[in-house]
T-cell receptor, first 115, second 116 residues
Framework: DTEVTQTPKHLVMGMTNKKSLKCEQHMGHRAMYWYKQKAKKPPELMFVYSYEKLSINESVPSRFSPECPNSSLLNLHLHALQPEDSALYLC??????????????FGPGTRLLVL | AQKITQTQPGMFVQEKEAVTLDCTYDTSDQSYGLFWYKQPSSGEMIFLIYQGSYDEQNATEGRYSLNFQKARKSANLVISASQLGDSAMYFCAMREQYSGNTPLVFGKGTRLSVIA
């Protein structure tokens, strides 16, 4: 099973709202990722967690706050977002054990609209 | 630094025909992996196929095969017997091998449209 789940599928929020995106995997993967994807563009890496510790933050604004409560869950807390933050947010996971292949498996994404 | 180039913004193919999506790459790493992902309009990135830099054989997965030419730094995806459901965005990506959580580097993608 290579399933990564994400909730919600769609989210509309105002610029003063606080919301959270959730991601879950049960493949025993130890690396988890958040990507942002604008229309007709490739995914852009935001954060990487390795063994539940934040290992990469690609200079993401503080209005995005990641959290990894345990090895299966990854959250992205959103606060005071801007309309330009509207995008598809993708979560991914990979074994994280320095394997040769280290394939990343993606969830279905959350389509976020900021009004 | 790694770089992926996909020069075909869009491609059309007739149903049941084969199609090749181009991907060239640049890297100073000796050991690296190349990946192809499919992204339908629903948004999910679906892993298709993987090729390691030291793999002697070209990778194949069902109707997908990867034409790996290391000297030319190319990793083209070949889809045989195209189906209407193959219409999607296709991304070529790479990363260093044996490096744990090193991020993927993506190309800009190629939109494939399969015509009945």
């Amino acid at each position: 099973d290579t399933e990564v789940t994400q909730t919600p599928k769609h989210l509309v929020m105002g610029m003063t709202n606080k919301k959270s995106l959730k991601c879950e995997q049960h493949m025993g993967h130890r690396a988890m990722y958040w990507y942002k994807q604008k229309a007709k563009k490739p995914p852009e890496l935001m954060f990487v967690y390795s063994y539940e510790k934040l290992s990469i933050n690609e200079s993401v604004p503080s209005r995005f706050s990641p959290e990894c409560p345990n090895s299966s869950l990854l959250n992205l807390h959103l606060h005071a977002l801007q309309p330009e933050d509207s995008a598809l947010y993708l979560c991914a996971s990979s074994p994280g054990d320095r394997a040769r292949q280290e394939t990343q498996y993606f969830g279905p994404g959350t389509r976020l609209l900021v009004l | 630094a790694q770089k992926i180039t996909q020069t075909q913004p869009g491609m059309f193919v007739q149903e049941k025909e084969a199609v090749t999506l181009d991907c060239t790459y640049d890297t100073s790493d000796q050991s690296y992996g190349l990946f192809w992902y499919k992204q339908p309009s629903s948004g999910e990135m679906i892993f298709l196929i993987y090729q390691g830099s030291y793999d002697e054989q070209n990778a194949t997965e069902g109707r997908y095969s990867l034409n790996f030419q290391k000297a030319r730094k190319s990793a083209n995806l070949v889809i045989s017997a195209s189906q209407l459901g193959d219409s999607a965005m296709y991304f070529c990506a790479m990363r260093e091998q044996y490096s744990g959580n090193t991020p993927l580097v993506f190309g800009k993608g190629t939109r494939l449209s399969v015509i009945a």
